[in-house]
């Protein structure tokens, strides 16, 4: 009798095969090998984006507490800026991947278009606020006045150079909803590359290069990200991948533009709902001091960086409903659903005991200070309980994103992030004066609760009828 298990070699096999995009037909054959064939490079892609983080927090952390806290401050807002392009990578994906699956290749390249113009529209908005106001908007997040001298230089960069942000997330989510999984982890290679050799050279100088201080952290980062942009478009117009556009298709087009800000909108009001949050939460935690915010940011920054395999995972979930919903297979895409649930489950399952154990060892790479120690452990230790309801909570939320319908979620955002979340975050950390620890229970609450109520809605199968 043939064994249906994988060897060590296959699986090394499969992952050439994976990380450069040989594997194309995700809508028949195994499902098991599908989710592995796109789950290994949108895994490497997240970890490349999340490094971005971590590696500026490496080298920040040598400049001063200060510094920290303001890279935690201007993060809080970037969400935002992440909240409108994950809501609009959310349609790219599901509109791409629907018309792969379909077999029209054309159509899909239209919506790519549009999904481009778009993006560069609104981040060209989000650029002018960042030039002009940076400073007020430090002072806004509960920013001390020395920390906003310092770092208001940092906020300018970032949210005046936002356009690279926008195309690399939304660009990559067009080569994932074709399947294209290789190409955007790719582009993420290049950027963090070039971020990790430029982060030194602009916080701390070399040459004819000054020290910026923790504005050159910003200025390495959108290098690197305007650099990776140049390498998605020319593989864009250059036909290297399954999405291909020519000049002649640089037009706007009414109707395909309709139907994206059309299947956005729910993404963008999820991610702003959920992002908003955060900026909510960031404000109470400003209420506790430069030290403790430090602590909040490191570990977040530490948390992101592991959740990113199951983010990649989500993502991977949401190319393989779209594709199959395209192909008239709904059954196939949401076996598809639970198999990548669970294995994020796993894998988060197991990063959450690694936490338990080591959070103070964890923190103390990034920085040594008591206090910072001290809360970026608990806040690790205590988000880390809920990692497993996590894992199957992306996957799902996201399966409904690639399914086309992005009101579901909005809806189970809002409830839980503003109706749970910050009012139980508020008084438990301020009315009962549990300080930073009742802000980090409230977290670990709201995603359980989200987890749960994703997983009932997904079995309903109602996603399964939204057209795109």
Known sequence: MRSNKISFKQYIQYFKIAVTGKEQEFTSGSIRRAVFMLSVPMILEMLMESIFALVDIMFVSQVSVNAVATIGLTESVITLVYALAIGLSMAATAIVARRVGEKDLKGASHAAVQVIFLGVFVAALISIVGILYPKEILELMGGEPDLIAEGYGYTQVLLAGNVTIMLLFLINAIFRGAGDASVAMWAL??????NIMLDPIFIFGLGPIPAYGVKGAAIATTIGRGTAVLFQLGILFFGFSKIKIAVKDLVLQIGV????IKVSLGGIGQFLIGTSSWVFLMRIMSEFGSE?????????????????????????????VGQNLGAKKPERAEQSVWKTGKYAAIFMGVISIIYLVFAPQIIVLFNATPDVMKYGSLCLRIIAAGYIFYGYGMVVINAFNGAGDTKTPTYINFVCFWLLQLPFAYFMALTLD???????????????????????????????????
Do not use: C, D, H
């Not at 290679?189 to 070039?194: E, F, H, I, M, P």
């Open 189 to 194: 290679v290049l950027s963090n590359g070039l």
């Open 257 to 260: 533009m309709l139907n994206l």
């Open 292 to 320: 403790v915010l430090a602590g909040y940011t490191i570990a977040i920054r530490v948390m992101m960086f592991t959740m990113m395999p199951a983010w990649g995972m989500s993502n991977a979930a949401a190319t393989l």
């Open 434 to 468: 549990f300080g930073p620890v009742g802000v980090f229970w409230a977290i670990t609450l709201a995603e359980v609760v989200i987890a749960i109520v994703a997983m009932v809605w997904f079995k309903k199968g109602r996603w399964k009828t939204v057209e795109v």
